[in-house]
């Protein structure tokens, strides 16, 4: 069975501070790997994706995120936080053995402080 | 171009009631999905639809929930009767035609429900 662990429910960190929101993830095939984020009253928003090829995959708002397929861990990370990056952050996989449907983990809450 | 769009934002209504929530998707999207929220855990996978057919439905909790895409556009998941643990966040997602395991779904802004 497929599942994704998000270890941390809260981190804060300083504006202008480097941030990393952690996840590992479980498949028994090739995991497809996603992070979607959630803005105060708003959808899911997509971020990055991780299919195949080079381990660091570049997304939206200059966020990136690590493949390491030895850890099972798919780290979301920017170099330089903003307070606009203070939000819900979800990392999902997928895997064809299982079909299209998401599996996620149970979010983290980024806070950046001014 | 349009987002995916659902309808009410809210509801609130009381045990045993039905409530039918609404989700129109990127318009040109065959694959419809339902996911849910509930008491901010993990949000859950309910069901896909492929254009009118529904190609998986494994997350359904059971037979009080209903889900129904006519023509192939918009969707309705019905909760008939509801019950307390039904509250929650449930999300409308839409990916392309071509969608296998790699491609993006999109989501909707969620219909927050809560059952008194």
């Known amino acids: 069975a497929q599942s994704v662990a998000q270890p941390e429910d809260q981190v804060n960190v300083a504006e202008g501070n480097p941030l990393t929101v952690k996840c590992t993830y479980s498949v028994s095939g090739n995991p497809y790997l996603f992070w979607y984020v959630q803005y105060p009253n708003r959808g899911l928003q997509f971020l990055l994706k991780y299919i195949t090829g080079d381990n660091l995959v570049k997304g939206s708002y200059g966020f990136e995120a690590e493949f390491n397929k030895s850890q099972t861990s798919f780290h979301l990370k920017k170099p330089s936080a903003l307070v606009s990056d203070s939000a819900l952050y979800f990392c999902a996989v997928r895997d064809k053995n299982y079909g299209q449907n998401f599996v996620f983990g149970p979010g983290t809450r980024l806070s950046v402080l001014p | 171009e349009a987002g995916v769009t659902q309808f009410p934002s809210h509801s609130v209504i009381e045990k045993g009631q039905t409530v039918t929530l609404r989700c129109d998707p990127i318009?040109?999207?065959?694959?419809l999905y339902w996911y849910r929220r509930v008491m901010g855990k993990e949000i859950k996978f309910l069901l896909h639809?492929?254009?009118?057919?529904?190609?998986?439905e494994s997350g359904m909790p059971n037979n009080r929930f209903l889900a129904e895409r006519t023509g192939g556009t918009y969707s309705t998941l019905k909760v008939q009767p509801a019950e307390l643990e039904d509250s929650g966040v449930y999300f409308c997602a839409s990916s392309q035609k071509l969608a296998g395991v790699t491609d993006t779904q999109y989501f909707g802004p969620g219909t927050r429900l809560t059952v008194l």
């Open positions: 318009s040109g999207h065959d694959n």
């Open positions: 639809f492929v254009k009118e057919s529904k190609q998986d």
